[in-house]
Structures are given as C-alpha cells and as structure tokens.
C-alpha cells in the first residue's frame, strides 16, 4: 500500500473525486473520498501529490477550473454564448475579461474563437464562463492575457483522452 499524502500531509484530488463527511456507527464524521466516475484512479507523485480518475468518456463534462476552446453562437447585451462541446452551451460576460470596462470591451462576433476558463459549474445550470486569470494578470487590449479570443491558427476536434494530454503542464507532444 501506498500512502497518498504529501510531505504536509495534504493530497490534492482532481477530476473523478469529491471530498466528503462520512458519519461512523459511533456519531463521529470522518473525512473521505468519494470516486464519482468509473475509471481507474490514478496518482501523480508530486509534493502534494494528485490523486484522479482517468476513463475512456467520450462526453465532455465542464468542471471549475477545466481550461476550455470554445466557439461563440449567440450575442447578446451582456453575454456570449459559447459553444464548449459540453452538455450545455457556456455563458461569457461580456465583461469577464481582463481589465474589461463598460466603454472597453472586446467586441466579439458569433463564430469566433476563445479561450476561457471555466469558473463555475454545476449539472443544473449552464457553465460560468470567464477569461480572467487569478494568477496572470495581464490585460486583453495588450494582447497578452492568458484567456482572450484566439485570432490565428487552426481549431480542430480530438479525444477528450487527447486534450487532457495535452492540457498537461510539461505535456511533451507540445514542445
């Protein structure tokens, strides 16, 4: 058996897993896991190290955070629709970019490209999509920020198995 813990004592839990409060016979919670997808767990030996669930899904599932491509379908006042090939289509303030204001702000047309993350989501709602970055702080009009709208290169479909690959910090089929 291995020990699933970091140096501090923490683990960090990704796609497939849940924290959770488990009550035992004697009144007491404890803390637990809860898998909520079938797969295979998997960890990755780091400090703290990750713990998550790989499978062969062919459905993408939108979950905080998940860095997404998506294609805008419908504009209006406040948002844009955004197509991520998700369960539902994700919705983009119009002032969810970096340093956005209600004078200036991207002008975005139906069938242009972004790159956005998501920021909430939930299996009862649509997802909540933004393109600011809490760690890179960098503004859309510059042209260097992290999440903006992609204007060259070429978008194409791949396996949900193939984009996490290469969503992968040191993903080696990128350098």
């Not at 998700?86 to 972004?114: H, S, W, Y």
């Not at 998501?118 to 997802?127: L, T």
């Not at 999509?129 to 070429?154: H, R």
């Not at 949900?160 to 993903?171: A, V």
Request: net charge positive; with cysteine.
């Amino acid at each position: 058996t291995r020990q699933a813990t970091g140096r501090k004592g923490k683990t960090r839990i990704g796609i497939g897993l849940t924290p959770s409060s488990i009550k035992r016979q004697d009144g007491l919670s404890q803390e637990a896991i809860l898998v909520t997808r079938a797969g295979v767990i998997k960890s990755i030996s780091a400090d703290p190290p990750k713990i998550f669930v790989t499978n062969r899904q062919r459905r993408y599932i939108p979950y905080a955070e998940d860095r997404v491509i998506g294609i805008i379908v419908r504009r209006t006042a406040f948002y844009y629709h955004v197509d991520i090939n998700g369960p539902m289509i994700g919705l983009l303030g119009t002032l969810e970019f970096e340093g956005a204001t209600k004078r200036n702000k991207p002008e975005l047309n139906v069938g242009d490209i972004v790159f956005c993350r998501v920021s909430i989501s939930n299996r009862d709602m649509q997802p909540i999509l933004s393109c600011k970055s809490p760690a890179f702080n960098k503004s859309w009009v510059s042209g260097e920020a992290l999440f903006m709208q992609l204007k060259e290169g070429n978008m194409f479909q791949c396996s949900l198995n193939w984009s996490h690959k290469l969503n992968r910090i040191n993903s080696k089929h990128l350098q």
